[in-house]
């Protein structure tokens, strides 16, 4: 019913920088938040930076001053801008919409929480 594509991960040195991109598809009536979550070897999936309907944003702390998250409503698409990338920001990026899926009347008909497949990010020292 709902699809998430991300795009953008890659290979970056450290310092440098890298845009995600995520597009939201499918019988949607709208998208509460959206966000990023990252999981790196061993670890714990856990949240990069997410973003309400009305544009509040929250920032794990280890990201904060360095990445910048943002929505197009329209398109119907979440971004994570990452400057002053750092090796310990390798990690599987996923990522996350909670949507209103749209009924066969176009009117509300649940909330479904959806996941993209992730996309590696790899930053060299």
């Known amino acids: 019913q709902v699809q998430l594509v991300e795009s953008g991960g890659g290979l970056a040195q450290a310092g440098g920088s890298l845009r995600l991109s995520c597009v939201a598809s499918?019988?949607?009536?709208?998208?509460?938040?959206m966000g990023w979550y990252r999981q790196a070897p061993g670890n714990q999936r856990v949240l990069v930076a997410d973003i309400r309907q009305g544009s509040r944003t929250n920032y794990a702390d280890s990201v904060k001053g360095r990445f910048t998250i943002s929505r197009d409503n329209a398109k119907k698409t979440v971004y994570l801008q990452m400057n002053s990338l750092k090796p310990e920001d390798t990690a599987v990026y996923y990522c996350?919409?909670?949507?209103?899926?749209?009924?066969?009347?176009?009117?509300?008909?649940?909330?479904?929480?959806?996941w993209g497949q992730g996309t590696l990010v790899t930053v060299s020292s």
């Open positions: 996350y919409a909670d949507t209103i899926l749209a009924g066969p009347s176009l009117v509300p008909s649940g909330n479904l929480e959806v």
């Open positions: 499918g019988s949607i009536f709208s998208i509460n938040t």
